[in-house]
């Protein structure tokens, strides 16, 4: 059964940064097919790094140049760096993974594609 575990949001100012975690169990990072995406206070959702079946890694381009997708083979962890926070990046962040079969460029654009979700981690960033 996968499980996916998000965790490292909180509370900062603008300018800050922060590093959100997403713990895989029954799924295996280093195949791709995940998504990073945001549920925000005004009810949208946005795929902010999309991480193809090949491990490339596409960003929204609100977030390009500020947000990092890295992963800890390892631990199994995907991580999403967060620099230069923004409120407008005030969100439920969330990650998402895919299990069935999937060609290597594969780019999952919408969230019901994906097949296995997050609780999701909390992020606020005042001004």
């Known amino acids: 059964q996968v499980q996916l575990l998000e965790s490292g949001g909180g509370s900062v100012q603008a300018g800050g940064s922060l590093r959100l975690s997403c713990a895989a169990s029954g799924y295996t990072v280093s195949t791709g097919c995940m998504v990073w995406f945001r549920h925000t206070p005004e009810q949208s959702v946005e795929e902010v790094a999309i991480i193809d079946c090949d491990g490339s890694t596409l960003y929204a381009d609100s977030v390009k140049g500020r947000f990092t997708v890295s992963q800890d083979n390892g631990k199994n962890i995907l991580y999403l760096q967060m620099n230069s926070l923004k409120p407008e990046d005030t969100a439920m962040y969330y990650c998402?993974?895919?299990?069935?079969?999937?060609?290597?460029?594969?780019?999952?654009?919408?969230?019901?594609?994906?097949?296995?979700w997050g609780q999701g981690t909390q992020v606020t960033v005042s001004s």
């Open positions: 998402a993974a895919d299990s069935r079969p999937r060609p290597p460029d594969w780019l999952g654009r919408e969230i019901r594609e994906y097949n296995y």
